[in-house]
């Protein structure tokens, strides 16, 4: 039905983009998005992986071309959307991508970028994380939009993520501004059959043009800047009110007003109730003042369909005032709910419900107590699940664990998480609760790319304010839960190419920590060894525990030893205390299973010697 | 009015690969020229955690099956059946594959693994119909246990508007060459089972 040559030799391939017919593609809408860059002709990419935002940058990594973009693995998202800015400055159209929480370490050139403009056009894609699938908080980034007054796109799926890619930046270009695309987990990990367009032509080299009054943020500039600002706001409403993703339906007298992957909802939810409803599907911020309007002249009530915050429906509610004040809204307090995410029969049973039509029939009861739980858990051989154990035997049950953001959250059961805030607040928790008079022992501990990212200005501010606690760097050289994405501990780039390895122990001592050891997680009598070195350090003691991510490990061919319980097992079960779930218990005997990964570590704890490594 | 022209949950065990079947799924369907959308599980709940993956043949909307809609459920491991069973359409079918995987809270002896009737007769009082299979052990046959989820690949390619062939170009896509033939014989070994 589609037939053409790029399909047939496999779309499989990375995305070098030959001769373009147009294509459907049953595409990612990450790499949707990423194509969209691509189409859009973007010359730098930077981003900080988080989920469900990693892929675009992982696609675009693939990407092959004369001259392609510059992409790169920043140290965080600040560092991401400051570098993007300063390419977009030189005249080249540049992209940010990052998690919604990555908004937040990105706030601050956000807010101000606003004010200060773009040169070519500069896009700020941030994914965001309703229901937490994977991340600590579900904030919704429509209101950092709104704040900076920064114009916000909100996809309802892959082909108009894709689409709203290109456009936004022709419309940061147009008004000087940055753009948000907000993706939402169901759009970025959605798939859908996308019809691709043809790679833009790459810019030339772009050049810095010096213009003090537009980038040099001095109070002087920024008065001006801000009244700018606001006064850009009625045209890019104006321009925003014809773009394609912004529909009207207007039908009978109760009407719904969605917005993003809501709007999806709501069409396929009007389709089966077959009801003759008006509706308006939105997709873009600030928001089309016109046609909110025009609904709310037509119709008796209204529902306001959104997920998170109520961002359309205070807008609305103003704008009820003036010109309907008698229209019936229902919205937040009442039909949908403010947390977590919407999916169709949410929104199917809230249409249903307000207009007196039968919910769906309820599923038949299934038995689900009889299921065991199957939580996500550290893989058999994961070096955290053995550093973790050390630190415990060491520092002792009453012993404080901050803890950080990445795989090692999923060892919470060890007892070595007692916190976990947001990226490298394992240090500043830990010093904060030392300084708060905690007479435990402080074993703080984070990840690489963790320490990386957030963890080096805590480090500093640790040893600077003489914090007596220990910080253990989980190394496994990687960023292993969003996908494994080079960082610059790894001596590689996001590309592939190598690069200077930033030594993390001279990082460490550079600034400021009294005792630095590295140790092999796997030999754990050394490990403990060095914790307890840590633990009557008078200081700040840092303990770099390194081995590589055991997925990594093997994909990299390691061929791992081999494990088995000899008949020496006297069935203490200590070693299940381990957690690993390469170990089994049968028969009031341990055994191995198919999981192991041969890091030996059981071995090591078994008080009898029962396991032992065979030959293969 | 039904807003979708098959509608399928894939389940399974991180790393199982729950996402292969979707993604030749979807290349199928745009091969075969008709609108196609699903739903991943990426992230956290990939390690060793319970994955869900939604597919949505000939259609336009929700990238996932609602609760009681999906006309097929494929499970690549029992207890996973049963947990997402509720997203089976009452005249739906289970495709199961009953190698069990037993989870961290089994082995550390915290949980109880169910026997296999306990799992499966709840789901055949849910659904039409469930075809139960050990897929791991026919893919041993073809070649290789990791070829279990083209096991129920083989198993499904009966049950969805898209012709065989279109399916195995789509196959041919996305498995790598030298593994193509083990993979073509899972395929089979699987369609056997349902036939």
Partial sequence: MYPNDYQREGANNSPTIKRWLPVREYLLGNAAIARGLIEAGVGLVAGYPGTPSSEIIETLVGFKSERPPHVEWSVNEKVALEVAAGACWTGRRAAATMKHVGLNVAADPFMTLAYLGVGSGLVVICADDPYCHSSQNEQDSRRYAQFAGIPCLDPENPQEAKEMTVFAFELSEKFNIPVMLRPTTRVSHAREDVEVGQAAKSATKGRFVKDPARRVALPIHARPLHHELLAKQAAIEEELEKAPWNSIELKGDTGIIASGIAGLYAKEAVTELGEDLSLLCIGTYPLPGKMIRHMLEHVRRVMIIEELEPVVEEQVRMIAREVNPGVEILGKDAAISREGELDYLRVREAIANMIGKPACQEPSDLPMGVLPPRPPSLCPGCSHRATYYAMRKVFGKKAIYPSDIGCYTMAVGMGTVDTCLCMGASITLASGIAFGGEEEGICCSLGDSTFLHGGMTGLLNAAYNKARITVTILDNSTTAMTGHQPHPGTGMTATGEETTRVSIEALARALGAGMVETVDPYRLDETMESFKRARDYPGLSVIIARQPCVIRARRGGARPKTFQVGEECIGCKLCLDYDCPAIEFENDKAKINALCSGCGVCAAICSSSAIKEVAR | ?195
């Fill in chain 2, 1 to 195: 009015m039904r807003t979708s022209e098959c509608d399928l949950v894939i389940v399974g065990v991180g790393g199982q690969g729950v996402i292969l079947i979707s993604d030749v799924l979807g290349r199928a369907a745009v091969l075969a020229g008709k609108p196609v959308c699903g739903a991943e599980t990426h992230g956290m709940a990939q390690r060793g955690g319970s994955v869900i993956n939604h597919t949505r043949i000939g259609c336009r909307f929700s990238p996932m099956v609602a609760a009681g809609g999906a006309d097929v459920l494929v499970a690549l491991e029992p207890a996973e059946a049963l947990r997402f069973a509720q997203f089976l359409s009452p005249a739906g079918v289970a495709l199961v594959n009953t190698r069990p995987v037993l989870p961290s809270t089994v082995t550390s002896g915290k949980a109880r693994y169910p026997p296999l009737d306990e799992i499966l007769a709840p789901i055949e009082g849910h659904s039409s119909r469930v075809i139960a299979m050990d897929a791991t052990a026919l893919a041993q046959t073809a070649g290789s246990s990791q070829a279990m989820n083209v096991v129920m690949l083989g198993a499904l390619s009966r049950y969805i508007p898209i012709s065989e062939d279109l399916v195995l170009q789509a196959l041919a896509q996305v498995v790598p060459p030298r593994f193509l033939e083990i993979n073509r014989k899972a395929f089979v070994l699987g369609k056997a089972e349902v036939e």
